[in-house]
């Protein structure tokens, strides 16, 4: 019993991120379903933590919020979070500052653009 409230934890952890990321972009669930060519009802069920997408659900998640596909492979349990030399990974640097409150649109694009030019 233990096993399965853990994995509906985690079910529920990895909907909570992307409704969280989704509000972030403000994206309505219709956009985040137009652009992902999920259903409405599929991703409110995921955000709710009733279903694990696919990894190809969890991809064109991904690819829709901009957000780094490995950030959502370790939210959903199918990748573990470790950096180099097996030490623990900070957090996601973009995904905090899609998640900052005190940023514009388009605060959020130019600072994620410097970011991306330093680290790719």
Excluded at 69 to 79: K, P
């Amino acid at each position: 019993m233990a096993a399965d409230d853990a994995v509906r934890d985690q079910f529920k952890t990895l909907g909570e991120f992307i409704r969280n990321q989704r509000k972030a972009a403000q994206m309505s669930l219709r956009d985040l379903a137009d652009a992902t060519d999920v259903s409405n009802p599929y991703l409110s069920q995921i955000e709710r933590g009733l279903h694990q997408p696919s990894v190809r659900v969890l991809k064109s998640i991904a690819i829709a919020l901009n957000l780094s596909f490995e950030t959502l492979l370790v939210r959903a349990g199918l990748l573990e979070a470790e950096g180099e030399n097996g030490e623990p990974r900070l957090p996601d640097t973009e995904a905090a500052i899609r998640q900052d409150p005190n940023l514009t649109d388009d605060q959020r694009e130019s600072l994620l653009a410097v970011y991306r030019s330093y680290t790719s």
